[in-house]
């Protein structure tokens, strides 16, 4: 069997997602994703990925996985990182269809047949409308709504409502990002207490409402400096959240160190970094609490199961990030099923109700707060055929 097509497709509605076919010369395809700039990352894999490529055996995973680590760009997600990464979630679909096995057989079976999720607050348009992680690019619904999942929206104003909502379908743990504006309005450089006071107030009426029934994650995506990310968790600690994640940028080990040592509450650590070398050295030092990493950005199911299985080694469980697209989702929870520290599997309700109904043929079973995996081979599941004959669709081939 031999690589003979690389196809990537983007859509002007959705700006930040790349998807990916592998055509094999025996009619298999398999399908990646990537998510944050798009058109650079699609570059890259017709420029650097294809020469390569093209006319080799898919089933040597490991083998492409390290011929494909570029002389500059493997340290981080960057470009390079994130379109191997979709690369290599191909390269594990086409094994799964090649063999007739869901692609946590080939990943060696199942640990468990389903996981808990968490509710990542997003609404129906979070992070659509450009490639930034910027409140203005929150999505906030104007009137009338997409769907009744705008839960971006119900955090800010009716946290506790949307707590009881979510712990009515079996959701027991969600995940919220008050904090944003005030760091984006002083440079994450500081915090009053009466902003502070503000901001805490979804969660104090989460408490208030459904008490310790649901587990309450922070989300401060690396916007704030040491002296207030400290303030933020020592605020925290009488809510009793299950982490804080990211809450200074993961390139400062020590910082995050000193601020590990600072607070009881876990560092959840961090979808911003890449292969398993970062994430070994924030294990030696002991940092954080849960590793976290998007199959989308690391290097694919390849490196990340080399980083959980330094993780388990360290007696720290894994939940796979994302809030991206449907494709990272899939292999996310085939993946959550095949590991056995994983913790927890990201989830967002608006995007799974939502637009991944209109991108996939099919998405992972979700019932009571739990999800599990497609049976069909691979991933188990197709980008819709009608995507290719939109007119916002751009599509490129080598061959």
Known sequence: MRIVALETLRLNEFPNLLWVRLHTDKGYVGIGETFFGAQAVESYLHESVAPYLLGQDPRDIQRHARALRQYVGFCGTGVEQRGNSAIDLALWDLIGRATGQPLYQALGGRVRTEIPVYNTCAGYRYIRAQPRQAVE?????????????????????????????????????????????????????????????????????????????????????????????????????????????????????????????????????????????????????????????????????????????????????????????????????????????SFIQEFVRAFYFGWYQEIVTNLPPFANGLISAPEEAGLGTDLRPELWERSDAHIRISH
């Open 137 to 341: 690019n929150w999505g906030l619904p104007e009137n009338p709504s997409e769907g009744p999942y705008e839960d971006l929206e119900a955090f800010l104003t009716r946290p506790d409502a949307l707590a009881r909502d979510l712990l009515a379908m079996g959701i027991r743990a969600m995940k919220i990002w008050p904090f944003d504006p005030e760091a984006e309005r002083t440079n994450g450089q500081f915090l009053s207490l009466s902003d502070l006071e503000r901001c805490l107030e979804p969660f104090q009426r989460i408490r208030a409402t459904v008490g310790q029934e649901m587990e309450l994650l922070v989300e401060l995506h690396g916007l704030w400096n040491l002296p207030m990310a400290v303030r933020i968790a020592r605020a925290l600690e009488p809510l009793k959240p299950l982490w804080i994640e990211d809450p200074i940028r993961s390139d400062d080990l020590d910082a995050l160190a000193t601020l590990a040592r600072a607070t009881p509450i876990p560092l959840a650590l961090s979808e911003t970094l890449g292969p398993r070398s970062a994430f070994r050295q924030l294990l030696e030092q002991r940092i954080p609490g849960f590793i976290l990493f998007d199959l989308g950005w690391c290097g694919g199911l390849t490196e990340a199961r080399a980083i959980a299985a330094m993780a388990e080694a360290y007696q720290l469980p894994v939940a796979p990030h994302d809030c991206t697209g449907p494709i990272v989702f899939t292999a996310s929870v085939h993946f959550s099923l095949s590991i056995p520290n």
